[in-house]
């Protein structure tokens, strides 16, 4: 079972998914918001090429187009939700990243979160919005999409020694730290930068990709967070968000092994906190 349905299960054991949304298929002119209409229109109708299947590093298949849709559907809802009631959203799935304007990449087709920023600013009366990207590959899809976009403000914190993705994109902030990065040494970075760019300027939605696979123990990351740095991580994020009124859209990013179920721990981190946090609002 794919790692989002066992989430979602456990958040509903531990009563963390009382108040839940359903996503629905957008529309392919939501995704042409983003991405352009030909490779849209391919991707969806199956007459995408083989060489962009290989670089998104999946087959093609119906099955694939409709998780696709659903996933975006689902950073719909979550940047719709947070903004409408001013607090924080989140999925149990999402983070495509990868996703560049005209193509796919690294297991993402469309980029999501990319998506919902764009649909909710046009839709929604939402202006500047904020890209908080710390998963542990770059999020050179969103970078690239957003290059030329002064409403939208990318920041990634990452890892310098990655071998993905091959080439890395310009954020508006970029922070490379170490294989074998720490606790302490990841929050110092964090804390710096999130705090000047929060002070510096005014946002009206942020989009978090609360990546894993920053965890010592992922089986594709390479930086040595512990659980405790993870919920630190998500706390100050989350926590900075509210105290200044920004509503925030989480998607789970990575997290790669295995075991799915020890993932899905990791992954409930971030629900546990937001759950801790909307209160603030």
């Known amino acids: 079972m794919p790692k989002d349905a066992l989430l979602y299960q456990h958040l509903v054991s531990i009563g963390l998914a009382t108040n839940t949304l359903t996503p629905t298929a957008p529309h ?9 209409r030909s490779y849209v229109d391919a991707f969806l109708s199956g007459t995408i090429c083989e060489e962009y299947m290989r670089r ?8 694939l187009v409709r998780r696709t849709l659903i996933g975006v559907g689902s950073a719909l809802e979550a940047a719709r939700y947070a903004v409408e009631q001013n607090t924080v959203a989140c999925m149990t799935n999402g983070g495509t990243h990868h996703a560049h304007k005209c193509h ?3 297991w993402c087709i469309f980029n999501d979160q990319a998506i919902a920023a764009k649909y909710v600013q046009k839709h929604h009366g939402v202006g500047n919005v904020l890209f908080v990207d710390l998963d542990v590959h770059q999020g050179d899809g969103t970078a690239s999409i957003f290059f030329d976009d002064p409403s ?12 993905f993705p091959h080439q890395l994109q310009c954020s508006n902030m970029d922070l490379a730290l170490p294989s074998g990065c720490s606790d302490d040494e990841y929050m110092d970075t964090l804390v710096l930068a999130l705090e000047d760019i929060l002070h510096t300027y005014q946002f009206d939605l942020v989009m978090y990709n609360a990546g894993v696979d920053v965890h010592a123990d992922d089986s594709l990351g390479k930086m040595s967070l512990t659980d405790e740095g993870i ?10 968000c509210a105290e200044k009124g920004i509503p925030v859209a989480c998607a789970i990013g990575g997290g790669y092994a295995v075991n799915h179920a020890s993932i899905v721990m990791k992954h409930a981190i971030l629900h546990r906190v937001a759950s801790q946090i909307y209160t603030l609002y």
């Not at 392919?28 to 352009?36: C, N, R, Y």
């Not at 919920?231 to 900075?240: F, I, Q």
């Open 231 to 240: 919920e630190r991580r998500d706390r100050y994020v989350l926590t900075s």
């Open 152 to 163: 939208v403000y990318t920041f990634s914190i990452h890892c310098a020694d990655q071998s």
């Open 56 to 63: 998104i590093g999946l087959p093609w298949s119906r099955q």
């Open 104 to 106: 796919g990449s690294g």
């Open 28 to 36: 392919a002119d939501t995704l042409g918001l983003v991405h352009e």
